[in-house]
């Protein structure tokens, strides 16, 4: 997508572009992840929109050079709003053999390819199933290839320093990012003081990155290899200040500001499970504000830990991923039985049981809405992007203090893990989510008890009595209460009645309608998503308009309960299409709910949609041919 071109220093021409796909891949132990990250940070502090996708193992240490231990991370920067990582990368940058046999399908032909010649070794290539070498065949002629021996040459920027050769080699990945940070004329000041930044206990350490990182930069400025570098402008976004953020760290951020806005202490009670543990890590930071964090030895425990602080007056949150759900299934019906305001934090991942642990799904949208024994209504939120999952922490602390219940916010590995630009927001924007205690007694008939069920006219919600509060002891657990007075009672029509109740609560929350972005007015094909698939759904309709069709797109973020209008807006359109990462989950809740004829088109890989899939999906839907 080149728009210009000039020469530059040494007569090396420089294009102007305005988008770049950039994935480096390599084994799981190359830090392909760190270096993907300082290019990010690069490309923020630029001021290049981007979205990035980390895809690493679930193993801890694959064995190294194998298929199953490739890791890889890919970003997307542009001078314009771009709304995913990309479908395929315009430069792979391969460490090893691995990671070009598992990402070269990837790669178009005529895009940029840069090897470290080292690793090409008999054995390595013997590992993957090579049978010649890629580099001496004629297989890589379609790519522009760049072959360089990047731990040689890493060895001997090193040598003055003394480090062996297996240390030195370890800063290769450095040594690819002063590479590509030279070809797209990337500052260098950020990630050398990062470096002494994150070992700054070892300045020896930090120093022989640096020195990689130099080597890298200063080759692509003497090889005659790379006759062409590449500028990126900075994206014209919206006025205010921007950061860089993963939806895990929005996540954290959000119910931070939660807990300020509601004046209310933070408390997570937690176990550890991938991709949901960097909640845990960001929000151990940050006792400063008023938060408390409980690694529990198993998510039953943590769960109730964070229950228990709820009934105790603070905000209670926690995360975890699809198999932790499960387990933490009893207790959230009792949140609901208790009805007191708990956050549950579900980053879903591919399943079922141990599943893809490190691979992203939306498939626990059914869990999170029906996973509990008997009638257990609970709202449920979802995020479209990183950086909405600050918003999104916002409005389901929300809904748990104002309707006191249990709220499940569903995100997933590609949001927590990938990262956007973020907005910070001004704190005066923020909503005020503070609460009111119970503090006296309440009964209506004047007797001076409290009843711990005698509900709000608007919203339904119980009195929050703090424990040791004076005169408002009252009854807890999971056994059916008197509606009203709050004690224990097997009267068939009262639990009709507080089941109905209960139902009517989540019922009545108050979310806004659904709007439709239909530039036209004339579309007949309705595409409709929820969380991850906001993105790939968008670059969709972007492409399908741009060939001159009409599709018209929606987005859910509250999918319990859904928006007045959702009926309505399915009703207009001739043809609905829901894009989902499970087997059609919410399409089939959408069937059964307002019985029109929304069509599935589904993806279970572990892997988001790609915008190119979609595009041909909606093409075919407008020309009235629907998916199977």
């Known amino acids: 997508?080149?728009?210009?071109?000039?020469?530059?220093?040494?007569?090396?021409?420089?294009?102007?572009?305005?988008?770049?796909?950039?994935?480096?891949?390599?084994?799981?132990g190359d830090g392909m992840q760190l270096t993907g990250d300082r290019f990010t940070s690069e490309a923020a502090a630029f001021g290049n929109d981007l979205a990035t996708l980390p895809n690493f193992p679930a193993e801890i240490r694959a064995p190294a050079g194998t298929l199953p231990g490739v890791s890889s991370f890919q970003l997307h920067?542009?001078?314009?709003?771009?709304?995913?990582?990309?479908?395929?990368?315009?430069?792979?940058?391969?460490?090893?053999?691995?990671a070009l046999k598992a990402n070269l399908k990837d790669l178009p032909h005529g895009g940029i390819l840069i090897l470290n010649t080292d690793e090409f070794t008999k054995r390595n290539l013997a590992k993957v199933g090579y049978e010649s070498n890629p580099l001496e065949d004629d297989s890589l002629e379609p790519y522009t290839?760049?072959?360089?021996?990047?731990?040689?040459?890493?060895?001997?920027?090193?040598?003055?320093?003394?480090?062996s050769k297996k240390d030195a080699e370890r800063a290769k990945n450095m040594f690819a990012l002063g590479l590509l940070s030279w070809m797209y004329h990337r500052g260098t000041e950020g990630t050398e003081q990062f470096l002494r930044e994150k070992f700054a206990k070892k300045p020896d350490l930090a120093e022989a990155n640096i020195l990689a990182f130099r080597?890298?930069?200063?080759?692509?400025?003497?090889?005659?290899?790379?006759?062409?570098?590449?500028?990126?402008?900075?994206?014209?976004?919206a006025e205010g200040t921007y950061r860089q953020i993963t939806g895990n760290l929005a996540l954290a951020y959000g119910v931070v500001a939660a807990s300020q806005q509601s004046k209310l202490p933070v408390f997570l009670g937690t176990y550890p499970i991938t991709p949901a543990s960097d909640v845990l890590h960001e929000l151990s930071k940050h006792k400063g504000m008023g938060v408390t964090t409980f690694q529990a030895e198993d998510e039953i425990a943590g769960i109730g830990a964070a229950l228990g602080a709820s009934f105790g007056g603070a905000l209670g949150v926690t995360s975890t991923s699809g198999p932790g759900v499960a387990l933490k299934s009893e207790t959230i019906g009792l949140a609901v039985a208790l009805e007191l305001p708990l956050l549950i934090l579900d980053v879903q991942r591919g399943g079922p049981s141990t599943g893809l642990p490190t691979k992203t799904e939306q498939a626990d949208l059914l869990q999170a809405m029906y996973g509990?024994?008997?009638?257990?209504?609970?709202?449920?939120?979802a995020p479209q992007s990183p950086a909405d999952c600050f918003d999104a922490a916002l409005d389901a602390v929300r809904m748990a203090l104002t309707y006191r219940t249990p709220v499940f916010l569903l995100s997933d590995g590609a949001i927590a893990n990938g990262s956007e630009p973020w907005r910070i927001p001004d704190v005066a924007t923020l909503p005020d989510l503070s609460v009111t205690f119970a503090t006296e007694a309440n009964a209506p008939?004047?007797?001076?008890?409290?009843?711990?069920?005698?509900r709000d006219a608007d919203t339904l919600a119980r009195p929050w009595a703090i424990p040791g509060t004076a005169g408002l002891e009252h009854r807890i657990g999971g056994l059916?209460?008197?509606d009203g007075r709050g004690t224990i009672s097997y009267d068939p029509d009262n639990h009709d009645r507080m089941v109905r109740l209960r139902q009517a609560k989540i019922d009545g929350i108050e979310v806004p309608d659904l709007t439709v972005d239909d530039p036209t007015g004339d579309?007949?094909?309705?595409?409709?998503?929820?969380g991850s698939s906001y993105g790939p759904i968008g670059a969709a309709c972007r492409r399908v308009r741009a060939a001159g069709m009409s599709v018209a797109q929606a987005h859910l973020r509250h999918l319990n309960p859904l928006p007045r209008n959702v009926g309505d807006v399915l009703r207009s359109y001739r043809r609905v299409i829901v894009p989902e990462m499970n087997l059609g989950q919410l399409a089939m809740l959408l069937r059964a709910k307002f019985l029109v004829d929304a069509h599935s088109y589904t993806k279970v890989a572990g892997l988001p949609f790609q915008a190119e899939e979609l595009a041909g999906v909606l093409t075919d839907a407008v020309k009235g041919d629907l998916p199977a």
Not at 220 to 233: I, L, Q, R
Not at 523 to 530: Q, S, Y
């Open 445 to 454: 008939d004047g007797s001076g008890e409290f009843w711990p069920y005698l």
């Open 372 to 381: 509990r024994n008997g009638e257990a209504p609970v709202p449920i939120i």
């Open 523 to 530: 579309a007949e094909v309705l595409v409709l998503g929820w």
């Open 1 to 28: 997508m080149s728009t210009d071109a000039a020469v530059g220093p040494a007569g090396r021409e420089v294009r102007q572009t305005h988008r770049v796909v950039i994935r480096f891949a390599g084994d799981s």
């Open 145 to 163: 290839t760049h072959q360089v021996a990047m731990a040689t040459l890493t060895r001997g920027a090193l040598e003055p320093t003394g480090m």
């Open 77 to 98: 920067f542009a001078d314009y709003d771009i709304l995913t990582p990309g479908d395929r990368p315009d430069v792979l940058v391969a460490m090893n053999p691995a």
């Open 215 to 237: 080597a890298g930069w200063n080759y692509g400025e003497t090889t005659e290899s790379f006759a062409v570098t590449y500028e990126v402008a900075p994206a014209r976004l």
């Open 480 to 482: 059916e209460k008197a």
